[in-house]
């Protein structure tokens, strides 16, 4: 945080504060902020290009010298905005961190999450909204939330933890975000307002990221405004977000908190990247009940020009990669109870793909851990998809913490019919995701996992290939194959007791 004595008309924002400690004052730290004056040129610079992989090319304005009352301090220029939204290389990795904050407000009471498409009525553009009904945040809350490398979420059961996911996923969709959410904490009930504008940092000429932020108190029977150091500074920051944001006055952001209800949180994310062609990366308008990746939908037509099968077009496998109904149906590996994730207004129907499986088997995995470690028993299920083999849909679905982060993944080596068809789901809570949560950290644990389960489809290929119409590899499965094809299946998937531990492993046993 930086502190400076203020000057004629100062705009009065909050910086975002880059620290990891933790700060139990409930009283958010405020600053005076003058945002440095540049020239014209610099000031009236627009999105040069409105491509997410280009918003990071714009030339950086020269740093002026601090004044004998500055302090200096460790400054986040906001490229690194855009920097760090890169690590989402795929849109909907960005709003499936979105979705990940909604399904951890369970804890909390939450009964759904839902992403939309609206229309702003001050330029008439869509923007992506974000909402869920948990317990939300109040001024402290919010404040954390915005800033870099922070994280409440540590325990067992939540899915976030780097304290990042917010920033990387709103600005990976578009230039800006604007933030409602209403909590009670006692007896004191609040909403507050935060605006995350790369649009307002680039176009004013920042060499630091701040973020306006304004908070009211409802405890009582009238919205009143939360003065920390003055009623000036506070009205700077409404200012600063009304000229900024999708909303023209101070009544527009009230009666954005009415679909919120007693508790919850709304994101509004505009200003949306476009494509190397110009058209919005994200397309609505393919099916009113889903959102599509409109590159990968277009990808799609080409496949299917290729005379690839109608069957394979159709399967989850393919869906996912432009269907974010299709992705999120298969998001999360245990299904809610109480909870639903609502697209465009419409439940989300879970798919849990080991239902389709067929010739099922569990296996059990006890990874190698540090040695003060609990045991840890891993149960993955494997078998093959329906359709085989006329389907060539293969790999293993890996989950974390009950969410998805690689789907499909394929271990055998390609051009290999061994493995063809072959599905495994297991969840992999041992290893740790990467930042974006569409892979996982490269260690140890993780390369004796994918040894370990290159070894589980060779295994189940060689003792079950011929249940779908392949070549026995091993004569005497003949026999035992035409013996279980007279008798009755009991249905569901069968559990071996296969130790594939990596102590067997390195033992070589």
Not at 33 to 57: E, Y
Not at 158 to 169: A, D, E, H, L
Not at 334 to 357: A, C, E, S
């Amino acid at each position: 945080m930086s502190t400076q004595k203020p000057k004629p008309d100062p705009a009065a924002v909050v910086e975002l504060d880059s620290s990891d400690d933790e700060n139990p004052a409930a009283t958010p730290n405020t600053t005076q902020k003058v945002p440095p004056q540049h020239s014209p040129a610099v000031g009236q610079q627009t999105l040069a290009c409105r491509s997410f992989w280009k918003a990071g090319d714009y030339v950086v304005p020269k740093q002026q010298f601090l004044a004998q009352d500055q302090l200096e301090h460790a400054r986040v220029h906001p490229k690194f905005l855009h920097s760090n939204a890169t690590s989402h290389k795929w849109a909907f990795g960005a709003i499936a961190e979105l979705l990940d904050n909604g399904v951890d407000e369970i804890q909390n009471g939450a009964t759904f999450v839902s992403v939309d498409k609206v229309e702003l009525k001050k330029d008439n553009s869509p923007a992506l909204l974000f909402r869920d009904d948990g317990a939300g945040m109040n001024p402290e809350g919010l404040r954390k939330c915005m800033s870099l490398g922070y994280s409440t979420k540590k325990s067992n059961t939540t899915i976030g933890q780097y304290g990042n996911g917010f920033k990387t996923s709103t600005m990976r969709l578009g230039a800006d975000a604007i933030v409602f959410s209403r909590a009670t904490r006692g007896s004191k009930a609040t909403q507050s307002i935060g605006l995350l504008s790369y649009t307002f940092l680039r176009r004013t000429g920042q060499d630091d990221v701040i973020v306006p932020m304004i908070d009211f108190d409802i405890s009582g029977n009238w919205v009143e405004p939360i003065i920390y150091s003055s009623l000036d500074d506070w009205s700077s920051n409404l200012k600063t977000i009304l000229k900024w944001s999708p909303f023209g006055s101070k009544e527009d952001l009230l009666q954005q908190f009415e679909d919120i209800g007693a508790h919850g949180t709304k994101i509004i994310i505009f200003n949306l990247w476009l494509n190397d062609e110009g058209i919005y990366e994200l397309s609505f308008d393919d099916d009113d009940e889903d959102i599509r990746l409109r590159d990968e939908t277009n990808h799609g037509s080409l496949t299917k020009s290729k005379k690839k099968t109608a069957g394979l077009l159709n399967h989850v496998s393919y869906r996912l990669r432009y269907s974010l109904r299709a992705y999120a149906s298969i998001l999360y590996l245990r299904k809610f109870t109480n909870f639903q994730v609502i697209i465009r207004g419409k439940p989300v129907q879970q798919y849990n793909i080991q239902d389709d499986l067929i010739h099922a088997k569990v296996i059990t995995y006890r990874p190698q851990l540090a040695t003060m470690s609990k045991e840890v028993l891993v149960e993955t299920t494997i078998g093959f998809a329906k359709e085989a083999p006329d389907l060539p849909v293969s790999g293993f679905n890996v989950y974390h913490k009950n969410r998805l982060i690689r789907p499909f993944w394929k271990v055998t080596a390609d051009g290999s019919s061994k493995g063809n068809g072959v599905i495994g789901i297991l969840e992999a809570n041992f290893i740790e995701p990467a930042h974006d949560k569409q892979d996982f950290e490269r260690s140890s644990l993780f390369i004796r996992l994918e040894t370990r389960l290159k070894q589980m489809v060779m295994e189940y290929w060689k003792g079950h290939c011929h249940f779908v119409g392949y070549q026995p590899l091993i004569p005497s499965e003949l026999k035992l194959h035409r013996e279980q094809r007279a008798a009755k299946s009991s249905g569901g998937p069968t559990r071996i007791d296969v130790d594939m531990s990596d102590a067997q492993h390195v033992s070589g046993h």
